[in-house]
């Protein structure tokens, strides 16, 4: 009688990595492979795996939001989930075993380690699901329908403006003034329409701005969040056109690690830490969680999972014939990781996203002698940034994220640094540093 070999399904959006792992398990347990989240939720469904062995970074649907799904009420009783990532921030672990994984290992693995983590879990009983409840964001359908899109129209004139520059914490004062000290928060202008990227704190003077400019005219407007650590988020209540019942705004970015976007806003806005609920702003809001490219009528927008702890997207937009890139808050995976088939493959794919961009808007957040002693903090230095710029042929390159120690002094001996290496590398990249307040006709 044939031997009833364990299930286990791959998920990875790297075949070559889907391939290995069936290679070193196919002897011992039936195998099938997924390519992303969303097609591994498909396919567990009817085929029900005993163990599912899943990525982090994923087109659709990221790993942190499968295993919330398989551990939550439309799950599957019983199943063991082993998170195999590249990340190696700390943190990514301790949200992916919070999101439902019963463990972790690092890529690239050793095959033993592999087969061993993989004998364990089968081996133990099954696990005890998650409580239910708000405050866990297991089985939560976090998935709102896309809006429709708006109907196209002629070519409309597309500029840029940052209005806020500084990463991590906002920096005031006179040392930091004329680079600025709000935080990441960058307005792509499509004709009428405001796209904004990240609600740091320098939002808040964009609110101000729109509301004069529409002077009660409804404002239509899109936001993307690339992550919701608050340098990128801390300025959204504080956007005045959340208030007026004339206007509204479709929110984007991925699933958050154990929360649904929506909740994450609007858990920022509890009151212990805000007067206003967002359950109380008069405009009309929509959340949307993506999956894929969203078209916004102006606009096609695309994303690409970056370096950082927790799930963290760059964006894609592409309108009127121009290409805007959006990345921030990014550790190479080569510097982070070593230098390996998979992370030169990651690498690879980052500047294929940014590729023919006539903007793109990178991080650079250290020079190499900071960086030695913030290794594994989710950010670049200069000279990532410029080989970037180099190997993906950009057009022009905004260098964004300033980190809060660095004056305008400093910043200017950096920038200077930085133009160096870009004119060196012998490209013909126009790089200069983005300062709040600056606008870039396209
Ligand atoms: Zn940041
Ligand atoms: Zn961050």
């Not at 699901?129 to 004139?157: H, I, T």
């Not at 959204?236 to 705004?249: D, E, G, I, M, V």
């Not at 809060?404 to 990249?429: F, Q, W």
Request: a negative charge; charged letters at 25%; hydrophobic letters at 35%.
């Amino acid at each position: 009688m044939a031997e009833i070999k364990p299930r286990i399904l791959v998920v990875d959006d790297d075949a070559v990595l889907r391939s290995l792992a069936t290679d070193i398990l196919s002897d011992d347990y039936e195998i099938r492979q997924a390519e992303d989240g969303l097609d591994a939720w498909v396919k567990v469904q009817s085929w029900k795996p005993d163990l599912v062995i899943t990525d982090l970074m994923m087109p659709r649907m990221h790993g942190f939001e499968l295993c919330m799904r398989l551990k939550g009420p439309q799950g599957i009783a019983g199943i063991k989930i082993l998170v195999s990532s590249s990340k190696p921030f700390a943190s990514d672990k301790a949200q992916a075993m919070e999101a439902g994984a019963d463990d972790y290992i690092m890529k690239p693995y050793a095959v033993g380690n592999l087969q061993g983590k993989v004998r364990a879990l089968l081996s133990a009983g099954p696990a005890a699901p998650p409580p239910p409840g708000p405050e866990n964001g297991a089985g939560r359908v976090c998935r709102a329908p896309l809006p429709p899109a708006p109907a196209k129209r002629d070519v409309l004139p597309v500029s840029v403006r940052f209005w806020g520059t500084r990463g991590s914490c906002p920096t005031g004062g006179l040392k930091t003034a004329r680079y600025g000290g709000n935080t990441a928060c960058t307005e792509v202008r499509i004709g009428d329409t405001p796209v904004i990227i990240d609600c740091g704190t320098g939002l808040r003077e964009l609110g101000c701005e729109l509301v004069r400019e529409f002077a009660g005219r409804p404002i239509e407007g899109h936001i993307f969040v690339g992550h919701t650590h608050w340098d990128h988020i801390q300025g959204f209540p504080f956007f005045t056109p959340l208030y007026s019942p004339r206007n509204s705004f479709n929110i984007y970015s991925v699933c958050g690690a154990h929360s649904g976007l929506r909740s994450i806003f609007s858990d920022s806005m509890a009151l212990d830490y805000f007067p206003v609920p967002l359950s109380s702003l008069a405009s009309k809001l929509s959340f949307v969680e993506m999956t894929g490219p969203v078209d916004i009528g102006v606009a096609k927008v695309s994303f690409h999972h970056l370096n950082h702890p927790g799930p963290c997207i760059g964006f894609r937009i592409e309108t009127q014939g121009k290409v805007i890139t959006y990345l921030s808050d990014h550790e190479g995976f080569r510097k982070l990781g070593g230098d390996s088939d998979m992370s030169r493959r990651q690498d690879a794919e980052v500047a294929d996203f940014a590729r023919g961009s006539d903007l793109l808007i990178r991080e650079a957040q250290y020079t190499e002698e900071e960086y030695a002693s913030r290794k594994g903090w989710g950010h670049s230095t200069y000279d990532d940034a410029a080989r970037f710029a180099a190997e993906t042929g950009v057009k022009r390159m905004a260098i964004f994220h300033h980190d809060p120690e660095h004056t305008d002094d400093i910043l200017d001996t950096n920038m200077e640094y930085c133009r160096g290496l870009v004119k060196n590398s012998g490209a013909a990249v126009d790089c200069f540093a983005a300062r709040d307040g600056l606008k870039v006709d396209l």
